[in-house]
């Protein structure tokens, strides 16, 4: 099955600094979710994307739907040590598919 | 959090037996999923249900069925579990057919 790509796979930062991460996809997608899994647990949805260009946030949260509607991007700001985990992406790309397309995620970790 | 639990949440068992794994939620959502996640396939969908006895079938749905005779309860069962089916299994439910909430998940070994 089609997976999404993204990138960084792995990020290595110190508290306090800015991130970003992408999802690319070589196909359309009409929504566009982020997701944060940490050990052991569930994924937790973080944002929902719902219109090209959207820009939306969630605290220190921010991630935006590409225009191209094959890309979303996720910016987290002055990282804390709770922010530790796997990001994922997941698009859909028909409203009321109930199929997800997941990314490969991105491992966030914070060096002391 | 939304309320989904998952049982067994670890379990080990031998080639050839059947299994069942349970999701219930306590949010009356209409739509359940079961997905697996094994590390470079990331999360996959095995099965669906978009309401009580109305199921279909995902990407990976070979040696997986599912039942839902009620609104809180969606069971997984594999029949002849075999190595392959290790793997961490995670129920998810949603409303609206899009935001999707996960449950804590079950890890399966198949010896």
């Known amino acids: 099955g089609q997976q999404l790509n993204q990138s960084p796979q792995s990020m290595f930062i110190q508290e306090g600094e800015d991130v970003s991460m992408n999802c690319t996809s070589s196909?359309?997608?009409?929504?566009w979710l982020w997701y944060k899994q940490d050990p052991g647990e569930g994924p937790v949805l973080l944002i929902a994307?719902?219109?090209?260009?959207e820009l939306t946030s969630n605290g220190r949260l921010t991630a935006q739907f590409g225009i191209t509607r094959k890309d979303s991007f996720l910016n987290i700001s002055a990282s804390i040590p709770s922010d530790v985990g796997i990001y994922f992406c997941?698009?859909?790309?028909?409203?009321?598919?109930?199929?997800?397309?997941f990314g490969t995620g991105t491992r966030l970790t914070i060096i002391p | 959090d939304a309320g989904i639990t998952q049982s067994p949440r670890h379990k080990v068992t031998e080639t050839g037996t059947p299994v069942t794994l349970r999701c219930h939620q306590t949010e009356n959502h209409r739509y359940m999923y079961w997905y697996r996640q094994d590390p470079g396939h990331g999360l996959r969908l095995i099965h669906y249900s978009y309401g009580v006895k109305d199921t279909d079938k995902g990407e990976v749905s070979d040696g997986y069925s599912v039942s839902r005779s009620k609104t809180e309860d969606f069971l997984l069962t594999l029949e002849s579990a075999t190595s392959s089916q290790t793997s961490v299994y995670f129920c998810?439910?949603?409303?609206?057919?899009?935001?999707?909430?996960f449950g804590p998940g079950t890890r399966l070994t198949v010896t």
């Open positions: 994307l719902y219109k090209a260009g």
């Open positions: 196909s359309i997608f009409n929504t």
């Open positions: 997941a698009g859909q790309s028909n409203f009321g598919n109930e199929k997800l397309t």
């Open positions: 998810a439910i949603s409303e609206s057919r899009v935001e999707q909430y």
